[in-house]
């Protein structure tokens, strides 16, 4: 059934496209006003990778926690590099300044698969993006702990190998 329908409707779009003048059929795109690389576009996956590693360190997935680390830096890197400034502001300096120290300290705990150095070095990094948020201006997006992941698709816990 499902074959029947994409079928009837590429035949209809080709069939619509026919009919156009040929000017008509190469129209652009609608303009986007939020790309994926702005940075709020940035911050909201930074966010949700905050979210992922609080939780792959509280069951003590420590692969998973390290992934996550990682993508989190690539995301402050691709920010810094994209959005070299933000409100006058080095945004490199800034992320350098707030979340190098508490980064080095999640690695640090990862490593050594310490709950207790995690959970302290995971508070220290959620104060950080809270301090960037206000030096940059937008200390209305107030970051936290989590207390629920919206993730049920994913599982936390390390799988045990068989």
Not at 129 to 150: D, E, K, L
Request: with cysteine; charged share 15%; hydrophobic share 45%.
């Amino acid at each position: 059934m499902k074959r029947i329908i994409v079928t009837a409707c590429a035949g209809a779009a080709a069939a619509v496209a026919a009919t156009l003048p040929l000017g008509a059929q190469q129209s652009q795109p609608a303009p986007v006003t939020d790309p994926p690389t702005s940075l709020a576009n940035i911050m909201a996956t930074i966010q949700f990778r905050h979210l992922k590693l609080a939780y792959s360190g509280k069951v003590m997935n420590w692969p998973l926690a390290g992934y996550e680390l990682d993508l989190i830096q690539l995301g402050f890197d691709a920010a810094t590099r994209l959005h070299p400034t933000v409100k006058e502001l080095s945004l490199a300096d800034l992320v350098k300044q707030e979340s190098a120290p508490p980064l080095a300290a999640l690695r640090r705990a990862i490593d050594a698969k310490s709950s207790d150095g995690f959970a302290k070095a995971f508070g220290q990094l959620t104060e950080a993006c809270n301090r960037c948020h206000r030096s940059a201006g937008v200390g209305f997006v107030v970051i936290r702990v989590p207390t629920a992941s919206p993730f049920s698709n994913q599982l936390f816990p390390p799988i045990q190998p068989r």
